[in-house]
Every structure is written in structure tokens, then in C-alpha cells.
């Protein structure tokens, strides 16, 4: 019943917005994976900078798309654009958050490590912050950014290695910053919350000369707060200044910095699927449930970047542009967590581990753009140059620790001892370099004003070098690839604002995997096909989005069949197909009243695989077969009680599987958020629920031995002053 009615919420305002307007106006966490079993005043940015503040709920244009600037409604893709005014809204706490009512979209865990326990399409995301890559870690160490320092979060649905190189095809992550270069900005921020939340933010630029060429910005943040289900507290300290020098219109350079400290000591709770999902005869087993080890448990993390992003217009036709930025994260983590049911069927067998990865990255991306006209036809051109160089560091250890009961836990000491050279461990020591050097171009081209084409070609060459030092002498595997990749998509822009479209895209992502030789696996190759409708009715507020699409991934991993010669050892055989419908509705009623809808439906299966998850759904991350998501708020807009406003929004997620032959049945889940706020002229206060009700639930579960329990109700209270 709450998926029909979600679905014909959206529905009815895909198909009626005129109606209602006359009614109102990588993957799974590597503790188990590489272990052996402001409202800111209208903060708009000058013409000439890459990014642009979003402030409203809607947006109209993406750059991340086609690295121009394109109407979303000239783009023959699904592109979901998570505004700043979204995110300040629903009060969201993290990136995660802030995607939660986005279609394709689902996430997964309650893990504060990392944001991107996500998956779009039914793959594992591609992550960019300001238009370069981030340095591609293992899940626990991904690179976090804290939501008050974004103006917004753009994410691409489907292939996008034509503009931005290696990748999954499910999706790209964009998540644009807050840059000096706009109109001043004074304000601080106050938040307090459940588990002694305590925050203290800022965002603070102007100009530095009466001429208005040179320009600063400072986005800062602290917090501190009890970490749930667990005996830790956490903190986080957050800074990202910038400067911006702009000499003349057609010259400009941001120069940004940014470092983030976390100290977050995470529960890490895995837990068996009997007495979560399935019953257990020692009862049902509490989400408050402790697994881990308050002393030998720990989790420092830092991680720091510094660039620019340079822009200079030659004339009319002729613009070039450079962005670079150097990123370094490094992690010290210690872990322990549960793999299974033990024997006794109330205690599970744990793991405790060891992990120090430290990962570095270089990202430039050349770009120049043209525009000119060849007759009746229209050209906005691009073509590039981008080199990306990263080096990961990545030693590691893990150990059996002592079992735990589920249901009367006694917590015994984690003896050092057990990682020991030569004792029953699984040490491991990876330095990996990795290359790639890319050529690309695109040609966006109008026809009559009606007819939009976008042609893409990119080529790619990459080389990655592996070797662990853990293993006795080891020697270096060297891994070099090449990949041509291609986009072609075709828009019809109609007089009423509809725009019906068609592309088809390719992916291309090399993999670290070794195989049976040392050597690293080929890279996994992707294809969609994609149609959709977009309505945008001429002098409206209303945006909507109605998409089918089908995803083939290649050369993905199987196991060998011949395992006696092999043990544990895979062929590149396999193949994974998503298929899926997607549907976003955002409109605004009259005056104050804003609505945004969004559904999914998706078919993920490996339609190649060598064992028995052949044509069964993958479980390496949760995937849920249906999304929907509505969020409705209303703000008084004139009288005695104007900017004096409630929101209230429903994410329903459906079930999954749990298990690789697709045995376990994860049961799906519907969450309630809230809030309520009043904007006077200078002031904002506002209070954010999320998952209202408190609802226990499971979030996923890997397998039997893995399963995770979503995040319980959270309240905050937000205090935000502008000057």
C-alpha cells in the first residue's frame, strides 16, 4: 500500500501539474570485503566561474553534465541537482542525506565513516568534488565532505567516462563548493541534537579591494557528538578558504584550499541474519547492540586538498579553462566486527583489524570551449586534456578475535599478540600507482531551436603498477590500458516544454583485482541505452523527469570453475545488467508551497556469471528493487507570520537480497522526516527529525553473517544568523 501511494503521488504530479496548480497556486565496507572471510543571501557566483549558487529547490541548469553550460532540459540524461536550500531544509547531516530523495539513488548503513555507502543505478557511484576526481579509496576511508561546505550536489545517472575518464556505469557524484567570487556572505551557524550533538559553523567572504577584483571566503565548522550504539564520542573539524582574483570580465582564478579532521570511532556493527531478519529462539537482537571494543577500537582520520580553478575568455568564441587540485587522506583504524553466528546460535565470531591506508592524488583537467555557428546549425564545442595520478599506500592486518554474546555481551581485551608475524593472520603491505592520461571532445549542436545533438569521443590510457610487501618476494605487476568511449544523445525541444530524448553512453573502469598470475584484471567495460521525457512548461516552476534505461557491465569477476587448479580464483566472464524506470517531479505551488517527488524501479543481475548467482540479483552492496520518495513543505509567506513554515517528507525503500544465490529476503522500509522553521530577516531557527517514527529496521545485509541495521530517529535544532 505505501509504495501505491508514494508511486501515484509522484505520478499525479508527473501527469497533473496544472491540476494541482489550480487547487494551490567501492564497495561494501572493507571490514568485511578486503578481511578473508543558508540560507545564504542569493549567493550567485560571476559568469565566468565553473559553479554557481543554487539557493531555491529547483534547478535549471548542470554543468557537470557536459562540462557546459547547458539547460538541464538540453541534456539527454537523467541529472538529479541536490540544491543548497534542499539540503538546509531536511537539515541534512551528510551527503547521504542530502541525495535521500533522488531517484536511482539508494543508500545503505548508518556507517559515519563514509559517505558513500550509496549506489545509483545498482553500481557503486564515481566521486567528484568542483569537477576532478577524489582520490578512489576503500569505503571506510573515502573521502568525507561535510554538507555546509557545498552550494550543491550534481549526480549524473549512467555512464559518464566520455567527459570524466574511468568509472562505474551506474552513476557520477559532482558535489560543487563553496568559492569566493560571489556577493558577501556573513553568516554563523549554531546546532544542537540527540547523542549531545553540539556544531558551531561559519561562512564568511567578501572583497578585499574597493575595485571588487580581489575576493576570500572561509567556510569552517566543528563538532562534536556521541557516536550511536556505541560507548565513543565524535568530533570533526572542518575549514575550506578560498580566494578569487578577477582582473577583468574575461579573466578569472580561484585558488581553494580545504582540510578535515574526523575522529569518529564508528560502532561498526555487523550482525548475523538470524535475530535481525530471521528468527532467532534467543529473541529478536537489539539495534543498541555493541559488537565492537571500546579499547582497542579507534578511527583518526585526516585528509586535506589545495588547487585552483583557472578561467580566461579569449573572445567571443574562445574559452579556456584549467582546474587542479591536489588531494591526500590518510587513516589510522582500528576495527573489530562481526562475521557469523557461532556455534552456541547467540554469540558471533568477530574480527579485529588493522588498516593504515594512505592515499594521494593529482587531478588537471584542460578544457576549451567554443561557439560559433555552420549554417543552420548551432556548435558549443569541447575538447580537453585531463592527467590523473594517484598512489595508494594500503597496509593492513586482520586476526580472529575473541567471540562476543549477542544477547549478554562480556568484552574481552583484544590481545595485540594475535597479529604477530607468522601468527594466524592476514597481513597485507599494497603500494599502488595508478595513471591516466585522457583526450576527449564534444560537440553540442542546435538545430532550429528545437533540435539539440550532443556527440562525445574520448580516449583514455592508463597504468597501474601493484605490489604487496607483505608477501616474500613479491614483485611488481604492471597493468597498461587503453579505452575509447563515446556519447551520443539527441533532444527535441518542444513549444509546450516538453523534450523527449535518447542517448546511448559508455564506461570504462580498470580494475585492481589480481588474477591468478599477480597481474591486474582488464577493465570493466559499460553500454546504456537510455529514453526520456522532460517537461518544463515556459514560465513555470515545475520540472519533471520521466526515464527507461538498460546498463550492461562487462568483464566483470566470476569464479573459475576450475577451482581445484585455481583455489578461489576468477575469470572475467561475468556480466551485470540493470535495467530500470526513473521518475523526479519538483514544482512549486503559489507562493511558498514547494513539492518534490521522485520513484525508481530497477532489475539488477548478473546475466553471466560461472556459479549460482547466475541470473540472481548481486549482494556485494544492498539494492532495492523500488525507490519513491516525497517531500512537501510550506513557508507563510505575507502577514503576522510570514517565513513561519513546516515540511514533511516519506522515503520508502523495498526489499532487497541478502545473500549471493538470493535466499535472504530483506524486508523494505518506509521513513518519515520532518521539520519545522521560521525565517525572519536575519534570523533562521529550525528543528529537523529524521526517521520520525524511530523505526527498527534493517538497512542490508551482505550475507547471512552481515547484516546492518539502519540509523534510528535523529533530532536537531539549527540557529543560523546572516549579516
Known amino acids: 500500500m505505501t509504495i501505491k501511494l508514494l508511486a501515484g503521488a509522484v505520478l499525479a504530479a508527473l501527469l497533473f501539474p ?13 571490514e568485511a570485503a578486503d578481511a578473508p572471510t543558508s540560507e545564504s543571501q542569493a549567493k550567485k557566483l560571476s559568469s565566468v566561474d565553473v559553479q554557481a ?103 549524473l545517472h549512467g555512464p559518464s567516462s566520455v567527459l570524466y575518464g574511468q568509472g562505474e556505469p551506474g552513476g557520477t557524484v559532482d558535489m560543487v563548493s563553496k568559492v569566493a567570487g560571489g556577493a558577501p556572505v556573513h553568516e554563523v551557524q549554531f546546532q544542537l541534537g540527540d547523542h549531545a550533538r553540539k556544531q558551531l559553523a561559519a561562512d564568511y567572504g ?10 576570500y571566503r572561509v567556510v569552517a565548522l566543528g563538532r562534536n557528538q556521541d557516536v550511536a ?42 550482525l548475523p541474519a538470524e535475530g535481525t531478519i530471521l528468527p532467532s529462539p534467543y529473541g529478536r537482537i537489539s539495534p543498541h547492540t555493541y559488537t565492537g571494543d571500546a579499547d582497542f577500537t579507534k578511527y583518526h582520520k585526516v585528509e586535506y586538498a589545495f588547487g585552483y580553478q583557472f578561467e580566461h575568455r579569449f573572445n567571443d568564441t574562445w574559452t579556456f579553462r584549467q582546474n587542479t587540485r591536489y588531494s591526500r587522506t590518510w587513516l589510522d583504524n582500528n576495527m573489530v566486527y562481526g562475521i557469523g553466528m557461532a556455534e552456541d546460535g547467540h554469540s558471533i565470531d568477530r574480527y579485529a583489524g588493522i588498516a593504515k591506508p594512505d592515499y594521494r592524488r593529482l587531478a588537471i583537467d584542460n578544457q576549451m570551449e567554443g561557439h560559433f555557428q555552420t549554417g543552420a546549425f548551432e556548435h558549443t564545442v569541447l575538447v580537453g586534456v585531463d592527467y590523473q595520478h594517484q598512489r595508494t599506500d594500503d597496509p593492513e592486518n586482520y586476526a580472529l578475535a575473541p567471540p562476543i554474546d549477542l544477547y549478554n555481551p562480556v568484552y574481552l581485551p583484544i590481545d595485540l599478540a594475535i597479529f ?69 544523445g539527441v533532444v527535441y525541444l518542444a513549444d509546450n516544454g516538453l523534450a523527449p530524448y535518447l542517448s546511448y553512453s559508455e564506461s570504462f573502469n580498470p580494475t585492481t ?54 583455489p578461489n580464483g576468477s575469470l572475467q566472464t561475468g556480466e551485470v545488467r540493470s535495467r530500470g524506470v526513473e521518475l523526479e517531479a519538483r514544482t512549486a505551488f503559489g507562493d511558498g508551497f514547494n ?35 516525497v517531500w512537501a513543505d510550506y ?29 535472504l529476503h530483506v524486508p523494505g522500509y518506509t521513513l518519515i522526516d520532518a521539520t519545522a522553521f521560521y525565517q525572519l530577516p536575519q534570523w533562521r531557527l529550525a528543528l529537523n527529525l529524521s526517521n520520525l517514527a524511530n523505526k527498527v529496521y534493517v538497512a542490508g545485509c551482505y550475507d547471512a553473517t552481515r547484516c546492518i541495521y539502519g540509523p534510528g530517529r535523529t533530532a536537531m535544532l539549527t540557529a543560523t544568523y546572516d549579516w
Open 18 to 30: 496544472h491540476a494541482a496548480l489550480a487547487v494551490t497556486g567501492n564497495p561494501l565496507s572493507t
Open 53 to 155: 549558487s543554487v539557493t531555491t529547490l529547483d534547478a535549471q541548469t548542470a554543468d557537470s553534465a557536459t562540462k557546459t553550460r547547458t539547460p538541464l532540459i538540453e541534456t539527454p540524461q537523467v541529472v538529479s541537482v541536490v540544491t543548497q536550500e534542499q539540503m538546509r531544509m531536511r537539515g541534512a547531516q551528510s551527503v547521504i542525506q542530502a541525495l535521500g530523495y533522488s531517484a536511482g539513488i539508494a543508500g545503505y548503513g548508518p556507517d559515519s565513516r563514509s559517505d558513500w555507502y550509496t549506489v545509483i543505478r545498482g553500481f557503486w557511484p564515481t566521486i567528484y568534488l568542483d569537477g576532478l576526481q577524489l582520490p578512489v579509496t576503500m569505503n571506510l576511508a573515502s573521502w568525507i565532505t561535510d554538507p555546509y561546505q557545498l552550494e550543491r550536489i550534481d549526480v
Open 206 to 215: 567578501g572583497h578585499l579591494d574597493a575595485a571588487g577584483n580581489w575576493s
Open 229 to 270: 550504539n556505541s560507548p565513543f564520542r565524535s568530533s570533526r573539524v572542518m575549514l575550506a578558504p578560498s580566494v578569487a582574483w578577477k582582473p577583468s570580465t574575461d579573466t578569472s582564478l580561484v585558488i581553494t584550499a580545504n582540510y578535515l579532521r574526523d575522529h569518529a570511532n564508528y560502532a561498526g556493527n555487523f
Open 420 to 488: 604477530a608475524p607468522g601468527g594466524a593472520n592476514y597481513p597485507q603491505d599494497i603500494r599502488q600507482t595508478q595513471k591516466q592520461l585522457g583526450l576527449y571532445a564534444q560537440d553540442q549542436i542546435k538545430y532550429a531551436d528545437h533540435w539539440v545533438f550532443v556527440l562525445s569521443g574520448r580516449q583514455d590510457w592508463s597504468r597501474l603498477s601493484s605490489i604487496d610487501h607483505a608477501v616474500p618476494d613479491a614483485t611488481t605487476a604492471r597493468q597498461n590500458d587503453h579505452a575509447f568511449t563515446g556519447r551520443a
Open 513 to 566: 583485482t589480481p588474477n591468478a598470475y599477480g597481474a591486474p584484471f582488464r577493465p570493466t567495460t559499460g553500454k546504456q541505452y537510455e529514453a526520456g521525457l522532460r517537461f518544463q512548461p515556459p514560465g513555470g516552476r515545475t520540472s519533471l523527469t520521466a526515464a527507461v534505461f538498460q546498463i550492461r557491465q562487462q568483464n566483470v569477476l566470476t569464479p573459475n570453475p576450475d577451482q581445484l587448479s585455481f
Open 595 to 629: 513539492l518534490l517527488g521522485a520513484y525508481t524501479y530497477q532489475d539488477v543481475r548478473n546475466t553471466k556469471a560461472n556459479d549460482n548467482t547466475l541470473n540472481k540479483w548481486p549482494t556485494s552492496i544492498p539494492i532495492p528493487h523500488e525507490l519513491a520518495s
Open 635 to 663: 513557508t507563510i509567506p505575507q502577514g503576522d507570520w510570514a517565513g513561519l513554515g513546516v515540511g514533511t517528507g516519506v522515503r520508502y525503500t523495498s526489499s532487497s537480497r541478502g545473500a549471493p544465490d538470493n535466499s
